[in-house]
């Protein structure tokens, strides 16, 4: 998923990372993802459901990265389920958050 994540959003030409961003540029973008069984055969789980969050930094308005971000996501078959925006005081920058569903064969019996 952490691949999949980063190449979605190489396009943006910003500093990308999970988790946490130690580098000093801005805007940037962290992510990180939970999972979930999505589907079962024969006592197997055959399908993962994953929720990624995307967090959307920038010293100004963060609205064109992250349309330009969830455009991204939606055309490589993520499904936006959130949304929403604060400023972080201690960075002083703005915050763009979504997450977004996204359901993939598991790999592994």
Known sequence: ??????????PLNVPIAKLRYLGGESPYIVFSYWEVPYAHADDVEIETEY?????????????TLADNARELMKNAGFMKVFENEDYVEDLQLYRK?????????????
Request: glycine share 2%.
């Open 51 to 63: 929720t990624i969050q995307i967090d959307v930094f920038t010293k100004g308005n963060p609205e």
């Open 97 to 109: 958050i979504m997450r977004f569903n996204y359901q993939a064969k598991t790999t592994q019996n």
């Open 1 to 10: 998923m952490n691949n999949l994540v980063k190449s979605t959003l190489s």
